[in-house]
């Protein structure tokens, strides 16, 4: 434990007993697993954790107490790309913002002052006082790069890339109902929307096309970042 999170502890006590808080004594094992956990963690998450180390507490318990947590400024929630809301650590005075890998859901945390500035400079171009931010990246995590092999189906794509066609299997009938559409090997192409289900958005030369998920499955697409 840092001499950080005892003073979060003692802050904690402090404002709690004062408030008159109920159950007071299960409200600070949340805390205490909270703060000895890894940042951006889920109830259900946090419910186990606690679980495992034998205290049963049940998640609307751990729900409540995480947002009053949150209220009182100890504990900060995001929801990333709309996912399940997560909770991290507010250490007054920290900032920092995130890069979300949206194949392993891995957040990496960063700061970066020269931005910071950036952005005060362009909300006051605009006669914007800043208050606040939340800066997120989506993105590929180096180690899924790494990992993922250099031809896909474009059915596995990620909005955000741009590949190239490779090929296109199943025969001549889809190699010319693709170039019907105006789509063939060689093109580059902008993933739009691919939630995993029904057709997906892409982009040719700033034209959309949209794509069955049968059809997009003949079309191997490789990065073009590499
Ligand atoms: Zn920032
Ligand atoms: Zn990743
Ligand atoms: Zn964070």
């Known amino acids: 434990m840092t001499p950080l999170h005892t003073q979060e502890k003692e802050q904690f006590r402090k404002l709690f007993q004062q408030e008159r808080v109920e159950n007071f004594e299960d409200r600070f094992k949340v805390l205490e697993a909270f703060l000895s956990m890894e940042k951006h963690v889920t109830v259900d ?63 990496i945390e960063f ?58 299997s199943g025969g001549a009938s889809v190699r010319m109902r693709l170039l019907a559409m105006g789509l063939r090997q060689g093109d580059r192409i902008e993933i739009i929307t691919n939630d995993g289900q029904g057709q997906l958005a892409v982009a040719v030369d700033l034209k959309r096309y949209a794509l069955g998920r049968g059809l997009a499955q003949k079309i191997v697409v490789e990065s073009s970042e590499r």
């Not at 034998?54 to 729900?63: I, N």
């Not at 504990?75 to 790309?81: G, K, L, P, T, V």
């Not at 920290?94 to 949206?102: K, L, R, V």
Request: glycine residues 8%.
């Open 111 to 168: 700061k970066e002052e020269r931005l910071e500035k950036y952005q005060i400079q362009i909300a006051a171009t605009h006669g914007f006082h800043m208050l606040r931010h939340k800066m997120e990246i989506y993105g590929i995590c180096a180690d899924c790069l790494k990992e993922r092999s250099r031809q896909m189906p474009l059915t596995m794509a990620k909005a955000g890339e741009r590949l190239v066609i490779r090929e296109i």
């Open 45 to 107: 998450e946090l419910a186990g954790f606690l679980g495992q180390r034998g205290v049963k507490l049940s998640p609307e318990f751990v729900r409540d107490t995480l947002k009053m947590l949150s209220r009182l400024g100890f504990a900060r929630q995001s929801r990333f790309d709309n996912g399940v809301v997560r909770y991290e650590h507010h250490h007054l005075g920290d900032h920092h913002d995130h890069m979300i890998c949206t194949k392993c859901g891995r957040i």
